[in-house]
């Protein structure tokens, strides 16, 4: 069986700190996705990464894959309120597009 | 944003009744899924379709069936449910089953069972 680890599951901060959210498996997978989840919504994707070692920014975000393909790390440089949320990672496989996801990282960013 | 609608958003059951879960998409997405959330766990795969009648069991299929008569619709029922059950129910579409295809969310059915 598959899992993620995703750590850590809450994580407060003031705005302007920066912060990194680990993803962790024994597994490979074929690609790692990121999503954002607000109260009351679904998750949002924000990436996809599918080479070992890739790495995508998206403006403050930074999005790493293992060179593995067995760990990925998300990093925000100077939180801001905004950034607020539940970020879930999602790994893939080629079997119908399953995802398995990590169990969720609770960022809340104080003004 | 995908179209993408879940059916009811909220509803409140007794154990022992069936429960039928609606997903609805616009997008004519061949690939359909559903996940149950809960607290510590993330979100969980519970079913999945690759087509018309082309079903599958995710890691958490134990009470639940699904059906898919047309490529927009695609149900989930629990046909007695139980408290374990109680949970946040999502259906998310994917245009094709390859790797790194992103899914995408409707918004959720909270589902309580007393």
């Known amino acids: 069986t598959q899992l993620l680890e995703q750590s850590p599951q809450f994580l407060s901060i003031q705005e302007g700190e920066n912060l990194t959210v680990y993803c962790n498996s024994s597994s490979v997978f074929s690609s790692l996705q990121w999503y954002r989840q607000e109260p009351g919504e679904g998750p949002v994707l924000l990436v996809t990464?599918?080479?070992?070692?890739e790495v995508k920014k998206l403006k403050r975000l930074t999005f790493q894959f293992g060179d593995a393909r067995k760990d990925s790390s998300l990093h925000i440089t100077a939180a801001q309120p905004g950034d607020t949320g539940l970020y879930l990672c999602a790994g893939g496989d080629n079997q119908g597009g399953k995802l398995i996801f990590g169990q969720g990282t609770e960022l809340s960013v104080k003004p | 944003d995908a179209g993408i609608t879940q059916s009811p958003r909220h509803k409140v059951t007794e154990t022992g009744t069936p429960v039928t879960l609606r997903c609805h998409q616009t997008?004519?997405?061949?690939?359909m899924y559903w996940y149950r959330q809960d607290p510590g766990h993330g979100l969980r795969l519970i079913h999945y379709?690759?087509?018309?009648?082309?079903?599958d069991k995710g890691e958490v299929s134990d009470g639940y069936s699904v059906s898919r008569s047309k490529t927009e619709d695609f149900l989930l029922t629990l046909e007695s449910a139980t408290s374990s059950q109680t949970s946040v129910y999502f259906c998310?579409?994917?245009?094709?089953?390859?790797?790194?295809?992103?899914?995408?969310f409707g918004d959720g059915t909270r589902l309580s069972i007393l």
């Open positions: 379709s690759y087509g018309v009648k082309d079903t």
């Open positions: 990464v599918v080479t070992g070692g």
């Open positions: 998310a579409i994917s245009e094709s089953g390859g790797a790194g295809q992103p899914q995408h």
């Open positions: 997008e004519n997405h061949r690939y």
